[in-house]
């Protein structure tokens, strides 16, 4: 397998060696004109140059279609993170507020300092095995942890956990911002029962 900068590596050596083989070839029917244009030597060196030619050519466009596509790539990277910078700077103060919110619930209900920074990357979708390579835990540590993070907030999973704290967050303009409760939403019921929606 020829890796990427490799393979640039390559590209390049080509595109310098092919040419200079290619004007050799011409070189030589011109200090060495033939006595015929039909010659084998004159014929083979004509298809010689010819697929020199053509192989710097498809070489020089796929190389530029890479570059084209690298700088997409890295465009496209930025923007996401210009997106991301401005809605972390639009959104410092509420989240920060909303921290200190949470941090207050986790400490009301009597975690310690390592169950709340379990409940926390829980909150943030991270997995037990993601968190243990995260705090550096064994496996067995943090579920244990997390286990007691349910059991002190008498709350029965993580979905629970994350409902806890984002039941009431909803989007401007969404059915759901009526005022109304959960139960007054189709299937909102059934679903707590734990039964599929009709």
Not at 24 to 39: E, I
Request: a negative charge; one cysteine or more.
């Amino acid at each position: 397998m020829v890796f990427p900068r490799r393979q640039h590596g390559f590209q390049a050596l080509l595109i310098v060696f092919l040419p200079t083989i290619a004007i050799m070839g011409l070189l030589d029917l011109v200090l060495f004109p033939p006595t015929s244009l039909f010659v084998l030597r004159v014929v083979l060196e004509a298809v010689f140059v010819a697929l020199c030619i053509g192989a710097v050519a498809l070489i020089w466009f796929e190389w530029m279609g890479m570059q084209r596509s690298l700088s997409h790539a890295q465009d496209s990277l930025v923007t996401q993170q210009e997106e991301r910078d401005a809605w972390r700077q639009r959104t410092q103060r509420l989240l920060r507020g909303l921290g200190e919110e949470v941090e207050a619930q986790l400490k009301l209900w009597g975690l310690t300092r390592a169950e709340r920074e379990i409940a926390l990357l829980l909150l943030k979708g991270c997995g037990q095995r993601e968190i243990a390579l995260i705090l550096k835990k064994s496996e067995a540590t943090v579920r244990h942890q997390a286990a007691a993070v349910y059991g002190k907030s008498r709350l029965a999973g993580r979905n629970e956990l994350a409902g806890f704290f984002l039941e009431n967050l909803i989007l401007p303009g969404s059915v759901l911002d009526s005022g109304d409760d959960a139960g007054d939403v189709p299937g909102a019921s059934n679903q707590e029962e734990g039964t599929p929606p009709s």
